[in-house]
Antibody, heavy 116, light 110 residues
Framework: QVQVVESGGGVVQPGRSLRLSCAAS????????MHWVRQAPGKGLEWVALIWNDGNEKHYADSVKGRFTISRDNSNNTLYLQMNSLRAEDTALYYC?????????WGQGTMVTVSS | QAGLTQPPSVSKGLRQTATLTCIGN????????AAWLQQHQGHPPKLLSYRNNNRPSGISERLSASRSGNTASLTITGLQPEDEADYYC???????????FGGGTKLTVL
């Protein structure tokens, strides 16, 4: 079935880095724009970044611009989010989402906690 | 990140009708319309509608979305206990080149 599965979350100190992965299956990954969306504990959804299906265009939320990098490997059906210079306010559940007119497929998320 | 505006909470009785609103501007909601997502506690969001009133397969016909100018609305008729959840609107902002979300509305079914 169509699904995406995130991994790579954990507890990290402020200023350190972490890389999240999102494994896609059940659909032609290379045909879709993909996103990262996060949700801080008890808070609403916040869009983080998107990458075009061919990887040629990327967009970021101002809150992560210059610190986070989205990328993809279409040969391995995997989406990535490289997170550098992490801050306490980056603590959240990070979701990978497929875009088909809107966010139509979501994973269960992977939790990132930034704390000393 | 400029967000969309949603009321924090709405309460309605069983089998009543709830209308949730989402206010944006001409660069986002007023441009390409809004998508609506439902999120139950402890679960990922689920897409309910996109581009104002296109429903993915499997979404109840009790749900309908619309737009008037820069305001999007989601109407749920015949409220059921399972409709109690958080509802988010979202839209692509053509000026910011970002997707923006509303802060979410917690729908309580009394």
């Amino acid at each position: 079935q169509v699904q995406v599965v995130e991994s790579g979350g954990g507890v990290v100190q402020p200023g350190r880095s972490l890389r999240l992965s999102c494994a896609a299956s059940g659909f032609t990954f290379s045909s879709y724009v993909m996103h990262w969306v996060r949700q801080a504990p008890g808070k609403g959804l916040e869009w983080v970044a998107l990458i075009w299906n061919d990887g040629n265009e990327k967009h970021y939320a101002d809150s992560v611009k210059g610190r986070f990098t989205i990328s993809r490997d279409n040969s391995n059906n995997t989406l990535y989010l490289q997170m550098n210079s992490l801050r306490a306010e980056d603590t959240a559940l990070y979701y990978c989402a497929r875009e088909s007119d809107a966010f139509d497929v979501w994973g269960q998320g992977t939790m990132v906690t930034v704390s000393s | 990140q400029a967000g969309l505006t949603q009321p924090p909470s709405v309460s309605k009785g069983l089998r009543q009708t709830a209308t949730l609103t989402c206010i944006g501007n001409s660069n986002n909601v007023g441009n390409q319309g809004a998508a609506w997502l439902q999120q139950h506690q402890g679960h990922p969001p689920k897409l309910l509608s996109y581009r104002n009133n296109n429903r993915p397969s499997g979404i109840s016909e009790r749900l309908s979305a619309s737009r008037s100018g820069n305001t999007a609305s989601l109407t749920i008729t015949g409220l059921q206990p399972e409709d109690e959840a958080d509802y988010y609107c979202s839209a692509w902002d053509s000026t910011l080149s970002e997707w923006v979300f509303g802060g979410g509305t917690k729908l309580t079914v009394l």
